[in-house]
């Protein structure tokens, strides 16, 4: 019974939502950082692709986003880009193979690459048979 109300009492305390931290730094600390100073926050394999030198592309979306006013959308190829924090707030449209796919960037997002939030392949959905089904699967029955 005792356990019973510590839980009940758990799950009230949880209604007040935490504020997002990254390894120990709020959004404001995060922001703040250069992109240097960020860099050994990172998991291994970002900070190594980082640490090797961005390519002229990434500096240049880098760039395009520092000098971004708020309401604008950025268009972008580069689905290996490490999400940084110079990058929250804003909406960027990362490109799947079709189209621009719009990814509103949050700080939870941080240390992910922007290809991991627009999906390249579509959900199957199953029709009917087609061509080549035999005649008894041709006519199946309505629900």
Sequence with gaps: MARRSRRK???LDLGAKKEFTYRGLSVEEMKEMSVDE???YLPARKRRSLTRGM???QNKLLQRVKDADD???IRTH???MVILPPFFD????VHNGTE???VKIQPEMVGHYLGEFA???KEVKHTGPGLGATRSSKFLPLK
């Design 55 to 57: 390519t002229r592309e």
């Design 119 to 121: 999906r390249t392949r």
């Design 9 to 11: 009492k758990k799950k």
């Design 71 to 73: 309401g604008d959308i």
């Design 100 to 102: 621009f796919v719009r």
């Design 38 to 40: 960020f860099l050994q």
């Design 78 to 80: 580069l689905r290996d």
């Design 90 to 93: 804003r909406e960027i449209a």
